[in-house]
């Protein structure tokens, strides 16, 4: 693994990583990869992974990405990551905002903001346990547990484009 980190960046990261362990990769060079190239989530996934939040990976933080984006990975592990991803303002719950950004992403804009409005009412209502107009953790646990094949395909090199439409709205989805 330490030698696909070195061949990003030779020159940035040494050979010998206990030379200089602190060193980051930029996110540019990580959402160039060929795993994660044409993933709508690209950056999501790699802030996600970031220490510090901002997208700059540190070894460990490329290994757990790896780690995580593996099959073998465990699902309690992979739903964690899952909702960080949809979590784009990181409050810990998936709100509207959220939703709508994680539709726009999946469907590269193509819905209108009626559309858009009328599937995140309806995640929202389906989803929402405990009532609070937004998604906890445990929502999205539940949410996701009726849709086995979520935490398989949401890491991807595609995601698939129904998770809205399908696995929100309680349908199946083909891959």
């Given at each position: 693994?330490?030698?696909?980190?070195?061949?990003?960046?030779?020159?940035?990261?040494?050979?010998?990583?206990?030379?200089?362990?602190?060193?980051?990769?930029?996110?540019?060079?990580?959402?160039?990869?060929?795993?994660?190239?044409?993933?709508?989530?690209?950056?999501?996934?790699?802030?996600?992974?970031?220490?510090?939040?901002?997208?700059?990976?540190?070894?460990?933080?490329?290994?757990?990405?790896?780690?995580?984006?593996?099959?073998?990975?465990?699902?309690?592990?992979?739903?964690?990551y899952a909702f960080k991803?949809?979590?784009?303002?990181?409050?810990?719950?998936?709100?509207?905002?959220?939703?709508?950004?994680?539709?726009?992403?999946?469907?590269?804009?193509?819905?209108?903001?009626?559309?858009?409005?009328?599937?995140?009412?309806?995640?929202?209502?389906?989803?929402?346990?405990?009532?609070?107009?937004?998604?906890?953790?445990?929502d999205f646990e539940n949410?996701i547990s009726k849709a086995?094949?979520?935490?398989?395909?949401?890491?991807?090199?595609?995601?698939?484009?129904?998770?809205?439409?399908?696995?929100?709205?309680?349908?199946?989805?083909?891959?």
């Amino acid at each position: 693994m330490h030698g696909r980190y070195h061949e990003m960046a030779p020159n940035v990261v040494p050979m010998d990583y206990t030379k200089d362990p602190d060193v980051k990769l930029p996110m540019q060079l990580i959402i160039n990869m060929p795993e994660l190239k044409e993933n709508p989530f690209k950056e999501r996934i790699v802030e996600s992974f970031s220490e510090d939040g901002e997208g700059s990976l540190s070894f460990n933080d490329f290994v757990d990405m790896f780690s995580v984006l593996s099959e073998m990975a465990p699902r309690e592990l992979k739903a964690i990551y899952a909702f960080k991803i949809y979590d784009f303002n990181t409050d810990n719950f998936i709100c509207k905002s959220d939703l709508e950004k994680t539709l726009n992403k999946l469907t590269r804009e193509e819905l209108t903001a009626e559309e858009i409005t009328l599937v995140c009412e309806k995640v929202i209502e389906e989803a929402d346990m405990d009532g609070d107009g937004k998604l906890g953790f445990a929502d999205f646990e539940n949410m996701i547990s009726k849709a086995p094949d979520f935490l398989r395909y949401c890491f991807k090199k595609k995601i698939v484009s129904c998770i809205f439409s399908g696995i929100f709205l309680g349908y199946h989805c083909v891959v």
